[in-house]
């Protein structure tokens, strides 16, 4: 491969591009704003896809090490209504293609595949600059630059590579997600934990609603989902623990307390977590030397799908790429329009799994989701 490839972003999607490259024997580079690894803890489990995830880990020769982390039992999908009962509980029976791994476990494969120098920490990219013939020079925080031939935009929602190719700017989607944590729930949290289960319970009503995830290491990770106007959300001081957890739990007046002291009983201070997203279909026009992929390119709401595709993008991107070693625009092309027809497709999916969790027609939109069948 003649052109030389710049990656900004060392998550998901970043790291199976350059693993994959890297399997076909061509080198890449990743800057990464965090200084190190460990730098930031890397949220909860995630659920990866026969149809996309597990393909690009399969791409990337990490099947075994994928298969080696998975938390058994995990798939477990439990539905609660507000007072704790049952209205679905559906057991891990090993058959649900969905396994559940942690972000960090996956990230920790990704890296440890990658040749030592491959990631460059503490490179937060704050400027770039087209210096003609599709390169960009890219200056980054520490007053450090370097030209890219080939510029890789996979810096997650808030990308500074987008600009080059789309004006869209992410908006908040009305729905702020808080996260909690409990920790050692056998012992400390037993009735909160058995509510939960062995896998995921959810317990949604209109406009708001509890998940949570029971995660390996006795670990209960929950997301409050609240649809509030942001202006709402900023006037909560999250400094302000005890103050920030009292308006929080007030909206579920009425709640079971196994439900609300996922968020009353937390380990953790709440973080809250706005929705933004890009429209669903966002597009750009093919521009020399730069594209986007994962969250750069199509920020959606949570519905399991995001980090899926992340990973999907980077193996197709590297599989176009190694298609076409020395016609680097016509990979762009290939990835571009494969790209756009399917993120279009899952954002709008998305936006309707959120609707069907803490829409009108909560809780019945998810159970009919997850079943198939007509509830009401
Ligand atoms: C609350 C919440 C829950 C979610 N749950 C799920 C789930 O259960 N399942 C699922 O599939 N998806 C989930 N998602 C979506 C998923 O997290 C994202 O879609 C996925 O992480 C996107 O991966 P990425 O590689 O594109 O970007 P990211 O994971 O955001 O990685 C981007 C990387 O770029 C780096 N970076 C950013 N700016 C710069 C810069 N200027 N210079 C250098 N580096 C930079 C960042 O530090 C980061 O490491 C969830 C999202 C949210 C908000």
Known sequence: ?????????????????????????????????????DARTQGGQLDIHEHDGQIA??????????????????????ILDPQGNALLDEPDDGNGGRPEVLRGDLRRILLDSLPNGTVKWGRKLVSIRPVGGGRHELTFADGTTDTAELLVGADGAWSKVRPLLSDAVPEYAGTVFVETYLYDVDRRHRETAEAVGPGAMFAFAPAKGIAA?????????????????????????????????????????????????LLTDGDTAPVPRPIYTLPSSHRWDRTPGVTLLGDAAHLMPPSGDGANLALFDGAQLAKALVAHPTDVNAALDEFESAMFT???????????????????????????LLTGATVR
């Not at 490839?5 to 999607?13: N, P, V």
């Not at 080198?27 to 200084?35: K, L, M, Q, R, S």
């Open 213 to 261: 995830h029971r995660e390996s290491g006795d670990v209960l990770h929950t997301y409050v989902e609240l649809s509030r106007p942001l202006d709402w959300v900023n006037r909560i001081d999250f400094g302000d623990r005890e103050a920030a957890t009292e308006t929080l739990v007030n909206e579920f007046d009425g709640w079971a307390p196994e439900l609300t002291a």
């Open 342 to 368: 399917r993120s279009a497709e899952v954002a709008v999916e998305a936006h309707d799994t959120l609707d069907r969790c803490i829409g009108e027609r909560a809780p019945y939109g998810l159970i009919e």
């Open 1 to 37: 491969m003649a052109t030389s490839i710049t990656i900004i972003g060392a998550g998901l999607g970043g790291l199976v591009l350059a693993r994959v490259l890297h399997v076909h024997g061509i080198a890449a580079t990743i800057y990464e704003a965090d200084p190190s690894p």
């Open 57 to 78: 880990l399969a791409e990337a020769g990490l099947t075994a090490e994928f298969r080696a982390i998975i938390h058994q039992g995990g798939e477990a999908t439990r």
